[in-house]
């Protein structure tokens, strides 16, 4: 990495080149994803929750090689499990799997049995926002599958953006795509799909806070459905 740049010149730079691929949607997503593996090698990292499949595809082979850090928050469906050791197998890249400081039992312990049922907000900072932090730690730029039409909170991203909070090169490379963009490129390139996709569901998360979804409802209103909540806090 070249340490005469400042971040907000890494940042430039980045969106300058994802630039150069103007509307294509998958070129943008290479370009952002070859740049950043050239500019920080091994302290980029790809966050994947194992849901988003064409990242971790995308990822592979833009910069193979290149760690994924897993949450493991202990409450995955079997089949994200299954998801994460197909990628192990069929993809080249390293998956990190991270684990909460507490394990179901100590939480339940701790805070009483299910807290996700009666508070998301403190599950999910236990089991997903203090190991991602965790996790990220020792590198310098990180990859989120986040696209703009996910919801609402999401309609400002940008493929190459600075995360303030954490003082990192932040990358979206689906920040742009669609829902057919999705499907036309896992039915090009044979992507590992989730096995839930085909009986419904879009978004996939923790069991207890994922359902499925019925036709033309949004993506996201399979999660913490009825409850008011939209994020798991890692992303905001
Ligand atoms: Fe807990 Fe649900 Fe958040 Fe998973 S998504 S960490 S089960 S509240």
Request: charged share 25%; glycine share 8%.
């Amino acid at each position: 990495m070249n340490r005469n740049l400042t971040d907000k010149d890494l940042v430039a730079k980045g969106s300058a080149l994802v630039a150069t691929a103007r509307n294509d949607v998958v070129a943008q997503a290479r370009v952002a994803l070859r740049w950043a593996r050239l500019t920080f090698g091994d302290r980029l990292v790809v966050a994947s929750s194992m849901g988003d499949e064409v990242l971790v595809h995308l990822a592979s082979e833009a910069a193979p090689g290149v760690e994924v850090l897993f949450l493991d928050t202990g409450y995955h469906f079997a089949e994200t499990i299954g998801m994460r050791d197909a990628v192990v197998d069929r993809y080249e890249v390293q998956v990190r799997t991270v684990l909460p400081l507490l394990s179901i039992e100590a939480q339940a312990a701790e805070f009483g049995a299910d807290l996700w049922a009666r508070d998301p907000d403190t599950c999910c900072a236990i089991r997903k926002v203090e190991p991602l932090e965790r996790g990220l730690q020792p590198y310098a730029a990180w990859v989120t599958g986040m696209r703009r039409v996910d919801a609402p909170t999401r309609t400002d991203i940008d493929v190459v953006e600075w995360d303030a909070r954490r003082s990192k090169v932040k990358l979206n490379p689906l920040a742009a795509w669609s829902d057919d963009d999705v499907d036309r490129y896992v039915a090009a390139h044979g992507v590992l799909q989730h096995p839930l996709r085909k009986i419904g569901y879009a978004s996939i998360g923790c069991a207890p806070c994922t359902r499925p979804v019925a036709p033309g409802e949004s993506p996201r209103a399979g999660r913490w459905s009825g409850t008011g909540k939209t994020e798991c806090g890692i992303n905001t």
